[in-house]
T-cell receptor, first 115, second 113 residues
Framework: NAGVTQTPKFQVLKTGQSMTLQCAQD?????MSWYRQDPGMGLRLIHY???????DQGEVPNGYNVSRSTTEDFPLRLLSAAPSQTSVYFC??????????????FGEGSRLTVL | RKEVEQDPGPFNVPEGATVAFNCTYS??????FFWYRQDCRKEPKLLMS???SGNEDGRFTAQLNRASQYISLLIRDSKLSDSATYLC??????????????FGKGTRLHILP
């Protein structure tokens, strides 16, 4: 059972380059999300999706795009990388029940450095 | 008041001791409460969900105090392997599936041999 798979694990970009972080889950979870984690800031929500074809902005969406064409995949696109986007990115999926938030399952993270 | 607040630590605790963390939250409508554990350079993983009656899992006990709006985590007989960052997570009752859970910044725990 793979769970949540993120690629790449490490990436170095130059300012202005674009790239896509891939995220896939095999648990049939409707809810998927992207977080970034910076020292002293905790986990901050970038974008999330409650199902295929539905996406919404989180706390820090600027500079990022997402799409959700299938239940399994939720890629995060950096449109024009900036040094402020140097961070560790986590994709997570979740299944909810009885009206309450359920457990988040995280990928192993993608460490991005923008020079 | 910040939405979810934790003492960042670090808590330096000798092996075998008992340690407790608190986490306060500002939204009184919150309904979902969790403790996640994050090892250095790893992804967060669920440690415990926190139920209104309190719950225990081996050496770990979590409690919820709705009146004072805090949750707590107690670790008894601490092990070296308990060294990690503990994240407090608070969420709403889901309405229309449009919800956001809030992570605390974490409390660092170092267990000393």
């Amino acid at each position: 059972n793979a769970g949540v798979t993120q690629t790449p694990k490490f990436q170095v970009l130059k300012t202005g380059q674009s790239m896509t972080l891939q995220c896939a889950q095999d648990m049939n979870h409707e809810y998927m999300s992207w977080y970034r984690q910076d020292p002293g800031m905790g986990l901050r929500l970038i974008h999330y999706s409650v199902g295929a074809g539905i996406t919404d902005q989180g706390e820090v969406p600027n500079g990022y795009n997402v799409s959700r064409s299938t239940t399994e995949d939720f890629p995060l696109r950096l449109l024009s990388a900036a040094p402020s986007q140097t961070s560790v990115y986590f994709c997570a999926s979740r299944v909810d029940g009885l009206g309450l938030v359920g457990e988040l399952f995280f990928g192993e993270g993608s460490r991005l450095t923008v020079l | 008041r910040k939405e979810v607040e934790q003492d960042p630590g670090p808590f330096n605790v000798p092996e075998g001791a008992t340690v407790a963390f608190n986490c306060t939250y500002s939204n009184s409508a919150s309904q979902s409460f969790f403790w996640y554990r994050q090892d250095c350079r790893k992804e967060p993983k669920l440690l415990m969900s926190v139920y209104s009656s309190g719950n225990e899992d081996g050496r770990f006990t979590a409690q919820l105090n709705r009146a004072s709006q805090y949750i707590s985590l107690l670790i008894r007989d601490s092990k070296l392997s308990d060294s990690a960052t503990y994240l407090c997570v608070v969420g709403p009752r889901i309405k229309n599936r449009d919800d956001k859970i809030i992570f605390g910044k974490g409390t660092r725990l170092h267990i000393l041999p």
